[in-house]
């Protein structure tokens, strides 16, 4: 599934080539993602100047003149941006061609068809997708003081915590078990016994963690036109992910593995204690 890092990648992919580009014609092979799109989407957009590739969560918004075109690649979505020569026969799960003025062409493929592509012409923070959703983990207003606030009136655990979308957007499951291990917190820890210095750490890490991530899709850029759009995003080092019973790199412990709300976790119990 595309997490928070391979949509920003995605974003700094394309937004070159769609920025100031006016869009020339929208082929729509599949209406039937996860919401239908909009049977007028093709005429709304055609015509329309692209002023901004932006994201909000995993949405990416393509601010148009007369409103947004949101995209979200679900679990198997993927964005293309494709020269002349290569966007002869569109395949099986090709769902949308965006052609643009500039020679090039946005195919967005999904073969699970869990994306969605959805148009709207109010503001986009008042979006009812966007509207609840906490802040953006790399921004300045992410920090522990706001972490620790909202972990005060839940009992959660605090891997539940960081992966609510309420709380804080764009840590999922990977991102959340190795921002614990390298925070040293256990991730059953109840979100209200979090020190504030607990959840400094927890910020620092996610915002690493998470930072390294984009670094490493980002390396992949130059080919983005060429790629099958699935860069190498975790090509970063993972210390208890998809590790269990396999030595901790620092204490030589064998990493534990259960389950938790159907995901899997991984910790280190000497590395990341259990706080009482
Ligand atoms: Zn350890």
Redesign the pocket.
């Known amino acids: 599934m595309p997490e928070l890092p391979e949509v920003e990648t995605t974003r700094k992919g394309i937004k070159p080539y769609l920025e100031k580009a006016t869009i020339l014609a929208v082929t729509i092979r599949q209406f039937s993602l996860r919401w239908p799109i909009d049977e007028h989407l093709a005429d709304i957009l055609t015509g329309q100047q692209i002023q901004r590739v932006g994201r909000r969560a995993k949405y990416l918004l393509i601010t148009c003149d007369n409103g947004t075109l949101m995209i979200h690649l679900g679990m198997s979505g993927s964005l293309r941006v494709l020269d002349s020569v290569e966007r002869s026969q569109p395949g099986k799960h090709d769902h949308i061609d965006i052609e643009i003025d500039n020679g090039h062409l946005l195919r967005y493929t999904d073969p699970r068809r869990f994306g969605a592509i959805l148009w709207t012409s109010e503001p986009i923070k008042n979006h009812r997708l966007l509207s609840h959703l906490g802040p953006e983990p790399l921004l300045k207003y992410f920090d522990a003081d706001y972490l620790w606030q909202q972990a005060q009136t839940k009992r959660c655990s605090v891997k539940t915590l960081i992966m609510n979308g309420h709380v804080v957007v764009g840590v999922g499951n990977i991102y959340a078990n190795e921002s614990l291990f390298l925070a040293r917190i256990h991730p059953k820890t109840t979100a209200n016994t979090l020190s504030l210095t607990q959840c400094e750490a927890l910020t620092e890490q996610i915002k690493s963690v998470l930072g390294k991530a984009i670094k490493a899709g980002g390396t992949t850029l130059k080919d983005f036109t060429k790629s099958d759009g699935k860069p190498g995003y975790f090509a970063q080092h993972l210390h208890v992910y998809g590790r269990k019973g396999e030595d901790?790199f620092?204490?030589k412990?064998k990493i534990q593995h259960y389950k938790e709300t159907q995901r899997a976790t991984y910790y280190?119990p000497?590395?990341q204690p259990i706080s009482i």
């Open positions: 901790c620092y204490c412990s280190c000497l590395c």
